[in-house]
T-cell receptor, first 110, second 116 residues
Framework: QQQVKQSPQSLIVQKGGISIINCAYE??????FPWYQQFPGKGPALLIA?????SEKKEGRFTISFNKSAKQFSLHIMDSQPGDSATYFC?????????FGAGTTVTVRA | DAGVIQSPRHEVTEMGQEVTLRCKPI?????LFWYRQTMMRGLELLIY????????DSGMPEDRFSAKMPNASFSTLKIQPSEPRDSAVYFC??????????????FGDGTRLSIL
């Protein structure tokens, strides 16, 4: 069964807009929540990660928000750019094993 | 530094043939992962090695799949005999896992496998 549920499956945003991707998990043993970005023909690349002792982490235009009680976390892409067009995967781990969400394809229109 | 290197990048072969995928992890990393990516099932972990030892192979689909890591700088994933349903993109990833902290996994660019 899928341990991490991700939504939406795809989204389209105008240049300069905000992209929001949501993920939810059930396993309370998870304590590491990374987001990966994947371009066509490439492997997933780590974008940003958070641990449950903080509620928010920001790196440049990318922000993770984490709600431990709701077992949810989300990625916000501010000021979206055409170069951000990619597939984004959330993931969760309690040890070595990453459980990935199904992915969200983001298209940024110029 | 070189990232995770996978070869070949593309492989097209006929059903029943043996397929061998290769991976060179990042130097100094002690953990290696093989994943399979398909539209239907997303990213699935096939097998995990730590210090060249297979730790978790619960994701290996069936006996047709086997993986080895003869040394810290090389791993193979073999499918014999191959079937059309094995068509997917296969990724190798590596990381440095310590006693406590989880380390990011670094992925190669994958092998796109097509079984005709």
């Amino acid at each position: 069964q899928q341990q991490v549920k991700q939504s939406p499956q795809s989204l389209i945003v105008q240049k300069g807009g905000i992209s929001i991707i949501n993920c939810a998990y059930e396993n309370t043993a998870f304590d590491y929540f990374p987001w990966y970005q994947q371009f066509p023909g490439k492997g997933p690349a780590l974008l940003i990660a958070i641990r449950p002792d903080v509620s928010e982490k920001k790196e440049g235009r990318f922000t993770i928000s984490f709600n431990k009680s709701a077992k949810q976390f989300s990625l916000h892409i501010m000021d979206s750019q055409p170069g951000d067009s990619a597939t984004y995967f959330c993931a969760a781990a309690g040890d070595y094993k990453l459980s990935f969400g199904a992915g969200t394809t983001v298209t940024v229109r110029a | 530094d070189a990232g995770v290197i996978q070869s070949p990048r593309h492989e097209v072969t006929e059903m029943g043939q043996e397929v061998t995928l290769r991976c060179k992890p990042i130097s100094g990393h002690n953990s290696l992962f093989w994943y399979r990516q398909t539209m239907m099932r997303g990213l699935e972990l096939l097998i995990y090695f730590n210090n060249n030892v297979p730790i978790d192979d619960s994701g290996m689909p069936e006996d047709r799949f086997s993986a080895k890591m003869p040394n810290a700088s090389f791993s193979t994933l073999k499918i014999q005999p191959s079937e059309p349903r094995d068509s997917a993109v296969y990724f190798c990833a590596s990381s440095l896992i310590g006693s406590k902290a989880i380390s990011p996994q670094h992925f190669g660019d994958g092998t796109r496998l097509s079984i005709l």
